[in-house]
């Protein structure tokens, strides 16, 4: 009815854009048991030569073109209409004054993938880890290596389309002031410790997002807070929140009226605007294998978890949305008339997306302690800017196992 009333209101701009917005609401609200996924991790291989690790980071380029970061440090373009995938080369690390901090664990890769509000630039982790690399669009040419961070960068959030926060292990905040592309500008920008960086946090920065209309950039972090700065004032400190479940922490998003954070087992719903800023939290059904991304769209919290599963809670209801069509008994003719007003009881409805087998390598770690099957979790997800699209990407969680996943569901 929403579809008929859309198309009959061609003529009237006034109810043009409303009906836009109810008939991608009415989508989010039904998709979920009408979607099919859209595996694209066999092309990886052919396209890039070789297997690709767990896709951590995404952001959309524009309605068709997706860049994707990876733990082996590549940056990915999908092309969605055509289905090519290609990697984007990294500008060369520059000589830095101080050497990063040195981790048993080996390289992160790239955990971080922002465009700016003009769609001009993207900002994404650099050949070096600790190093954040800012590209031009829609060609992807090196504009600046942002240098001065000790540690992996986790974040990075635009504030403007030539200002850009980022966010680190090492426990700092940066603020940074890009140039115009093109204006030879110096291939890197850099900053001593303690030169542009806010040393406030006593844990390592998990992540940072910035808000456009409320101005609020927060920051979250390992010792259990999220930070909101003021990056007009040189990232002054303006509120801390406590937050009162506060293992693994490792991702957030934000709106003006709310604030979401993922933890082991619950994803938090805040507030800043109020004095008590949590408002409840959401149990996952997986419970323990940790939430890996969160995503707010309307009145609908979408949250991935470390077991593979996209899970869909309506703030309005209070409730998760089913994933398949309800079950109903039709007796045993299989009548309309013997239609029966609830699904019989042997049945419960899906509450999630369950990510595709994707690619595992099968490594002897993998035969010596996971001789089951694996499931990939989900590190990243994120709808198009219709909404009719849902873009998946992870690897399995296991550390030393390889492996990646990439789904279009639609």
Known sequence: MLTRQLLGAQGDGRQRVPLRAAVSQHFIDAQPALWQEEDVTGRLDSALGGPTDKAFAAAWQDDQRLLVGTKCNQLLQWDTATGAVRGVPLPPAPQRAQPPIESMWGACGIHCVAVNPAGDMVATGGAEPADCAVLSLPDLKPVQTLVGHLDWVFGAAWVSDRHLVTGSRDQSVALWQLPEPGDGAPVAQFKAPGEGLLRKCEGKVRDVKYDPESCRLAALSTEGTVKFLDAARGLRGVRTIKLERNKELVCMEQRRDMLVVGS?????????????????????????????????????????TGRGKVFFWDMRAGAFLPTEHARYDYGSEGLPSKLALQPPAAWRPRHHLQLGPGFLEKSELFYDHFADQVQHACYTHLWDASRTRLFVGGGPLAFGLRGCYLAMWH
């Open 264 to 304: 082991a087992g619950h994803v938090a719903l805040l507030d800043p605007r109020r004095r008590n800023a949590e408002l409840r939290h959401v149990a996952s059904p997986d419970d323990n294998q940790g939430v890996r991304s969160v995503q707010l769209a309307g009145h609908l919290l979408t949250f991935g």
